[in-house]
Nanobody
Framework: QLRLVESGGGLVQPGGSLTLSCVASGLTLDYYAVGWFRQAPGKGREMVSCISSSDSTDYVDFVKGRFTVSRDNSKSTAYLQMNSVNADDTATYYC??????????????????????WGQGTQVIVSS
């Protein structure tokens, strides 16, 4: 069964660091782009970062310079390294996988859809 499982969330102090993992099973992650989304209490889901099947990356402005997305296909795992976290980063973080498509011979992050493959989320709380 195709499955994505996030882990690594928890309580972290402002300015601290945290690494989230997304482990995929039931699919060959090499062929998928992996996105990271988050949802804060009372707010909608927002995109945080993405890494394509060819390691092209995207970041929203509020995490640029602080977060780093990566992947290890041999472990079927994607990561989100979160540095210099602040209270606004408090949210449930989700990973999503979608089959990548090529644009002019290169693979870039797609627009993820609700019917793509989503994990159940891991909660991050930034508090002192």
């Amino acid at each position: 069964q195709l499955r994505l499982v996030e882990s690594g969330g928890g309580l972290v102090q402002p300015g601290g660091s945290l690494t989230l993992s997304c482990v995929a099973s039931g699919l060959t992650l090499d062929y998928y782009a992996v996105g990271w989304f988050r949802q804060a209490p009372g707010k909608g889901r927002e995109m945080v970062s993405c890494i394509s099947s060819s390691d092209s990356t995207d970041y929203v402005d509020f995490v640029k310079g602080r977060f780093t997305v990566s992947r290890d296909n041999s472990k079927s795992t994607a990561y989100l390294q979160m540095n210099s976290v602040n209270a606004d980063d408090t949210a449930t973080y989700y990973c999503v996988a979608a089959r990548n498509t090529a644009t002019h011979g290169a693979y870039f992050c797609p627009d993820f859809r609700d019917d793509d493959y989503w994990g159940q989320g891991t909660q991050v709380i930034v508090s002192s």
